[in-house]
């Protein structure tokens, strides 16, 4: 056998499927017949969940999967990431309790020196999975009973949409701004602030989808540690006509923890990801706008932008006095020549429509206040960048 057949046959032996679907025998099975390919029998709703050293975690995860109140069929679908730790063993340990309370169980995983991310294991736990819709859970968060039963009837109203719910993070107090931004938008600004530095409006632990909608999606980027997996997802369901609605009772404990997947992102990745696609389904539809910030996050939304855009900037707008008295800003890294000078204005003087690059919830209400006394629209006259 050759070096690659033999590495080959390493991966192949390394993902283990503890527990493969259950299928139904078909009449060409019975019957002898030529087509042996078996059909996997259906379920309601196939909880999907990724693990990776999540063994302190699990017990109370699996315990809230246990006493869901939801009626239909259920399935658990678990792929472990090359953990170190008894992750897949605790779970293995809950499959007796889980099965006699109606839900089936299906664990498998690899176990390569490194994890290959959380795109790849969640592909992997629902392609072996045969729910028709998808609940999205990780292993270090808790759903409330009634998450399964309420995501469901609102992913069978909107089968080509990403349902979230509201959430309660823990440790209390943690990540307020943001847990605070994920429970009070509204079902319009779910849409219209996609472009924000918060990520996806629907957030990924409270995703609940039908499978259909996943398979014309998706699959997630498999690029590993350190790629949004879940902002490309959701950004990619957007451009497919995908909907968005959250179901507004708390319904996940949220945790937070410097271990969590997320912080291995970078800030600039994901800057770039929203640049471009702010740029894609907005700016592309403008002739000219306004950067609502002179300052160092408005001037760094300039400078991302693209040469076509960049000319569609009539000015930048502020409130700090000093920087409208500069009267203009200099883009010294042009390569034209002259440079180009955007004006700075005061708010009161631009006009619309605006990318508003101040941070939401951090002004004391002052930019909200300012937007309002301008009677300005958010999805048409403005959106929130920053």
Same mark, same amino acid.
């Given at each position: ?46 909880? *999907?969940?990724? %693990?990776?050293?999540? =063994? ?9 999967? @246990?006493? #869901? !109140? ?96 509201? *959430?309660?993070? %823990?440790?209390?107090? =943690? ?9 009070? @938008?509204? #079902? !319009? ?198």
């Amino acid at each position: 056998m050759s070096n690659s057949e033999d590495r080959g046959q390493q991966v192949r032996e390394s993902e283990v499927d503890m527990n493969p679907p259950k299928r139904l025998r078909t009449t060409e099975t019975l019957t002898g017949g030529k087509d042996q390919e078996e059909e996997k029998s259906t379920v309601d709703v196939s909880i *999907v969940m990724p %693990v990776y050293n999540a =063994s302190c975690w699990l017990d109370d995860c699996l315990q809230a999967i @246990l006493v #869901q !109140d939801f009626t239909g069929s259920m399935e658990l679908s678990v792929f472990d990431d090359a953990s170190t730790d008894d992750s897949k063993k605790v779970v293995e340990g809950w499959r007796e309790r889980l099965e006699a309370k109606g839900i089936s169980v299906v664990i498998s995983g690899h176990n390569s020196e490194q994890p290959k991310g959380v795109g790849y294991a969640k592909n992997k736990a629902i392609c072996q999975s045969r729910g028709q819709y998808l609940c999205f859970q990780d292993a270090d968060d808790i759903m409330l009973p009634q998450r399964i039963r309420l995501q469901y009837d609102a992913s069978v109203l909107h089968k080509n949409s990403l349902i979230g719910c509201r *959430v309660q993070r %823990v440790p209390e107090g =943690s990540t307020e701004r943001y847990t605070r931004w994920i429970n009070t @938008l509204s #079902q !319009d600004q779910l849409i219209t602030q996609v472009y924000t530095s918060h990520g996806p409006s629907v957030v990924m632990p409270t995703w609940f989808c039908s499978r259909e909608w996943y398979q014309k999606v998706g699959p997630f980027d498999e690029g590993g540690k350190g790629v949004p997996e879940d902002l490309l997802f959701f950004y990619q369901s957007l451009r497919h006509g995908g909907g968005l609605c959250r179901v507004d009772q708390c319904l996940l404990i949220y945790r937070y923890h410097e271990k969590a997947a997320t912080h291995s992102v970078t800030e600039e990745t994901i800057w770039k990801l929203r640049v471009d696609f702010l740029q894609e389904r907005v700016l592309s539809q403008w002739e000219s706008f306004t950067i609502w910030n002179a300052g160092k996050q408005g001037r760094k939304l300039y400078r991302s932008l693209s040469p076509a855009n960049q000319k569609k900037v009539k000015a930048f707008c502020d409130v700090d006095e000093n920087k409208i008295q500069k009267g203009f800003y200099t883009y010294e890294e042009s390569k034209e020549r002259p440079k180009p000078k955007i004006p700075v204005l005061h708010y009161k003087n631009a006009s619309a429509p605006f990318i508003i690059c101040v941070k939401l919830d951090m002004t004391g209400g002052d930019l909200e206040e300012n937007l309002n006394s301008l009677q300005l629209k958010e999805g048409i006259d403005y959106y929130h960048f920053n």
